[in-house]
């Protein structure tokens, strides 16, 4: 485990990808923050066969907004709206806010949507900060350079919405509850996410200065017992924020 880089090793993200899927779909005016998506079964027919995808609890909501679908984390439209971007597509978006995927989009196929990738905390964090600003995308630098050089990589106005949705505590409830670890006392956005079997612990978000980016987990890989996002990761970025 000490030879372990915490920092730049791959692991699954989870749902932390989730938000820039959204932001790609309401860039490309699939959808906005208040469509309606279905949370319901879905069998989605792939070369594979059916890919079925469930959410966190094994239920389902009926019709939510966007909004709510990516504040609460819902598996399912999620999936859905990756039906309507495509996963090579979302592949090209996810590279694009510096996420180097080993694979192609249709190797990943639709489990893309919930984070069947592997990314670094690094990488993952600096996805975030593009976020943050605007969808302008900067190398991470461990010492700030005279100059800073961004480049777009994102739609800045879905990256304001995506942003917006991610800071709503009440879009959130359905899931995390209305007195979440998550709430702040100043503005920040944030998502957490869990990787198959709890492996991975996420809570990646901001405030108006701040990027911070947390992983829970063992070096090893190996699984942990009850233990989400929510509670493992998030307890550490609040108290960091």
């Not at 880089?5 to 932001?23: E, I, M, N």
């Not at 066969?49 to 966190?56: A, E, R």
């Not at 998550?182 to 990646?204: E, H, I, P, Q, Y």
Request: net charge positive.
């Amino acid at each position: 485990a000490s030879e372990v880089d915490g920092v730049l090793a791959l692991r699954q993200p989870g749902s932390t990808l989730k938000p820039f899927l959204y932001a790609q779909a309401i860039a490309e005016r699939r959808i906005t923050a208040a469509s309606l998506l279905e949370d319901s079964s879905a069998q989605i027919p792939t070369a594979s066969g059916l890919y079925i995808p469930q959410n966190y609890d094994r239920q389902f909501k009926g019709l939510v907004s966007s909004r709510t679908a990516l504040a609460a984390s819902l598996n399912v439209p999620a999936v859905r709206t990756l039906v309507m971007v495509s996963p090579d597509a979302f592949h090209k978006q996810l590279r694009a806010v510096g996420l180097p995927l080993k694979e192609s989009g249709d190797y990943y196929g639709y489990s893309l949507a919930l984070g069947s990738a592997e990314v670094s905390l690094l990488s993952l964090a600096n996805a975030y900060r593009t976020l943050a600003n605007g969808g302008r995308f900067g190398e991470p630098m461990l010492v700030k350079p005279a100059k800073i050089t961004f480049r777009p990589a994102l739609d800045a106005r879905a990256a304001f919405i995506v942003s917006d949705i991610l800071a709503d505590p009440l879009a959130r409830a359905r899931t995390f509850g209305t007195d979440s670890i998550l709430a702040t006392r100043f503005w920040s956005a944030v998502k957490t996410g869990t990787s198959k079997d709890m492996r991975d612990n996420w809570a990646m978000g901001y405030s108006s200065r701040y990027t911070v980016g947390v992983w829970v987990g063992n070096a090893s890989g190996a699984p942990m017992w009850d233990v989400s996002g929510t509670s493992g990761a998030a307890p550490v970025w609040a108290a960091l924020m």
